[in-house]
């Protein structure tokens, strides 16, 4: 199965919180007013311009193999080469937010219109993984109307770039994706165009295959540890449950009651 | 000078249009246009990056203070026209070969103007030879890289290896920064200095042109 998902505007659209954050403006402190201005101002002119748009396949899990090895460049031992064994549903996906937005953002800067022009870009970047969530839902929806996945499963995806898997990998996955039709191509340094652009794999399965630990050896060069956040995501959502299984998950992970 | 202390303050509010205006008023009340700029627009810049690093200010205030600065320039150009604006040093900017990101190289050259360097910005996807041919054309004492891939951080060892080659290097310095680049890969390609953020690739910037 090969499709192109609807994404609309409004589901690409970041709250203001998470723009900030990435213009290095804490969560909890009080925004700038000027701030806040700004982010009203890049919000709507993102959506004027932004053309969400996504796109998913999905692949066997022999066929991902050789997708994932693509030029034999990845680290030895990846979260990633574990991972999708045990997973139920595999899915290549490639997102974005359009050509136009990365327009405005250049025009800004050479305009000198470079507080807005930087705004423009968070939100836009902060799109990119909003459209992705919103692929990943719907690739998760369609497994759980076929009955190919339970509802406790969750997806969670996974980019060439991060994790030991390497950039060069791109390579292989367009080429059984062809996000083409949506726009998206790949230049020789493995970079997308639209820039606004995410791809990657969909690994879905019973939470706690993506529970990894952050101590493989490229893991103390990665500045976000987001891995982490999102399996404490899932610790919280398995700690409010009341099953075996959540019971030998908190122990292996130490949580305190 | 009050009209001095006032321009470096509504400047770092990020007023372009009071900022405009103060440095109109000061040359008319025949300040010299060096100390328009150095003691109302760049101290002004000074203390945004200041209470940037402290985190007192964030990123949407140093950009609207620069714009604000760049209200200032634009009155005072003309006024330097037969020496040219005069600056801290002349800096080539650029995102290496394969690369089109440039958010991130873009930050460090507005921070570079403000502190009162003259930035000649190469923009993205620029070769080891247009790195080098403009720095030597240019004069520039510094060029600055970004990546923010690992495919494509292995350019910024080109551009030094060209520099070697063309018997510059220690003449033109290097600084590199990117996501994906370190102090360790700086020191391992020969880079002298990586810059981690804005402000810090502007401190390491000043550090090179004064360790000449």
């Known amino acids: ?72 460049l990845n680290e030895k031992r990846t979260p990633v080469a574990e991972i999708f064994r045990k997973a139920d549903g595999l899915a290549l996906f490639a997102v974005t937010v359009g050509q136009a937005v990365h327009d405005r953002i250049n025009e800004f800067f050479e305009g000198k219109e470079l507080a807005l022009g930087s705004m423009l870009d968070s939100v836009a970047s902060a799109g990119a993984e909003m459209a992705a969530d919103a692929v990943e839902k719907h690739y998760f929806a369609l497994l759980l109307k076929e009955h190919k996945v339970a509802e406790s499963a969750a997806v969670l995806r996974y980019s060439p770039g991060y994790c030991g898997w390497h950039v060069s ?89 | ?80 026209l037969k020496d040219g604006i005069p600056t801290l040093g002349r800096v080539v900017m650029g995102t290496v070969q394969g690369d089109i990101h440039d958010i991130g190289k873009n930050l460090v050259s507005i921070m570079l103007r403000g502190a009162g360097f003259d930035v000649i910005d190469l923009g993205k996807d620029v070769s080891p030879k247009k790195f080098v041919e403009t720095a030597r054309k240019e004069k520039a004492r510094v060029i600055g890289m970004s990546a923010l891939l690992t495919t494509t951080m292995v350019v910024m060892k080109r551009v030094i290896d060209l520099l070697r080659k063309e018997g510059l290097q220690g003449k033109i310095k290097t600084i590199i920064g990117g996501a994906p680049v370190s102090a360790e890969f700086a020191e391992q390609i020969g880079a002298d200095a990586y810059g981690y953020d804005s402000m810090n690739s502007v401190d390491c910037i000043k550090r090179l042109m004064e360790k000449e």
Do not use: W
């Open chain 1, 169 to 257: 990998g791109q390579k292989k996955l367009f080429e059984f994706l062809r996000p083409a039709e949506i726009g998206i191509t790949l230049l020789d340094s493995f970079l997308m165009t639209p820039l606004k652009s995410i791809s990657g794999v969909l690994l879905v399965g019973e939470k706690e295959i993506h529970i990894i630990e952050d101590n493989y050896p490229f893991c103390s060069q990665c500045e976000t540890h987001s891995c982490q956040h999102r399996i404490e995501t899932f610790l919280q959502e398995i700690k409010s449950g009341d099953d075996q299984k959540t019971r030998s998950l908190l122990e292996k992970k130490d949580i305190e009651e």
């Open chain 2, 1 to 80: 000078m009050q009209i001095l202390q006032e321009i470096s303050e509504v400047l770092q509010s990020g007023n372009g249009e009071k900022v405009a205006a103060l440095t109109k008023q000061a040359i008319e009340k025949e300040i010299l246009p060096k100390d328009v700029l150095d003691k109302g627009l760049i101290a002004g810049m000074n203390i945004v990056g200041e209470k940037y690093r402290s985190h007192d200010l964030f990123l949407p205030e140093v950009l609207l203070a620069a714009k604000a600065m760049y209200a200032g320039m634009d009155i005072l150009k003309p006024l330097f």
């Open chain 1, 1 to 72: 199965m090969r499709r192109v998902v609807k994404i609309s505007i409004g589901e690409t659209v970041p709250a203001q919180a998470d723009a900030l954050f990435l213009q290095g403006i804490p969560r909890h402190r009080k925004p700038p007013q000027n701030a806040v201005s700004l982010f009203g101002e890049a919000a709507k002119i993102f959506r004027e311009c932004a053309q969400p748009a996504g796109i998913f396949a999905d692949i066997s899990k022999s066929e991902f193999v050789d997708v994932y090895r693509g030029e034999s």
